[in-house]
């Protein structure tokens, strides 16, 4: 079988990820089946982290995908999880349905990503949801939008779209925010900043390949939003700061070639595929 269009990407985790790989590859009932450089990897990463869960990290390419992650996952995807049981291990996928899982099976493991409050909990879930039916799915529109091919400003009008489009989805999001902060929920981080954070750790994407850059106003120029746009300043820069995300991040020239193929449109991922199509998150 050819290769993978996709395939071709740097093998492991560089920079201060690396380091992080280093300290999980020895064998622990809890394996994750990861990908450096894949968001969707990220927010269960982070939870791990956050949480201090012990676990066992296993790189795998899911554009080569090898035998041991399609016998656990037959959608061949990563985050695939596999979970301590007797007599043998069980399988577990999906990104949010993982995080859900890590925060009630070790309920000892703090802090807790969800509150308390049964309105309060299903109210996040709102957000959460959000971000992958939405956010996301506008996130790669924006990123892998082609100009047509006319020159001027037609060329640019079907990206303005795409990137106002995204950057409403933003301010819908913040609004929803506590007020003070710096997180989504208050003063501790929890699911809502957990399954957003690896795409906002990697908005630079769009001032690197797209005409106009990503369009995020910057202090004071925000007008009628700038109330929006500082609160969300303030959580990008709780979450930028945070160990977790900074220890999970790979060295910036390792996604270059990944990205610009998306933002080429070229990519043949499920992601990439579902987006031109016209779908969600696979
Ligand atoms: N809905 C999945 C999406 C996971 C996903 O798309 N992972 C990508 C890497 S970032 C993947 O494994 N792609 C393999 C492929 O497209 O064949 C989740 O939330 O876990």
Redesign the pocket.
Known sequence: MPA?P?SNLYPEASGPAKVLVNQHRAEQPLKLYA?W?????Q??WLALEEKKIPYEYIEVN??N?PESLLTLNP?????TLSTPADPHPRPL??????LEYLEEAYPDHKPRFLPEDAYERARARIWIDYV?SRIIPSFHRFLQYQSAGSSGQNADAGLNEARQEFLNHLKAWTKEMHTDGPFFLGEDISLPDLVLAPWVVRLWVFDEFKSGGLGVPREGEGGSDEGIWSRWRTWLAAVESRRSIKETTSDLPHYLPIYKRYADNAA??????ATRAGRG??
Not at 37 to 41: D, H, K, L
Not at 93 to 98: A, G, K, M
Not at 268 to 273: F, I, R
């Open positions: 993978h996709d990908g450089f894949c968001p969707f990897v927010r269960v899911p554009y995908k959608r061949g995807l990563v985050p996928y999906e990104s949010t349905v993982i992958t043949q991922s499920e992601l990439a595929k998150v696979p």
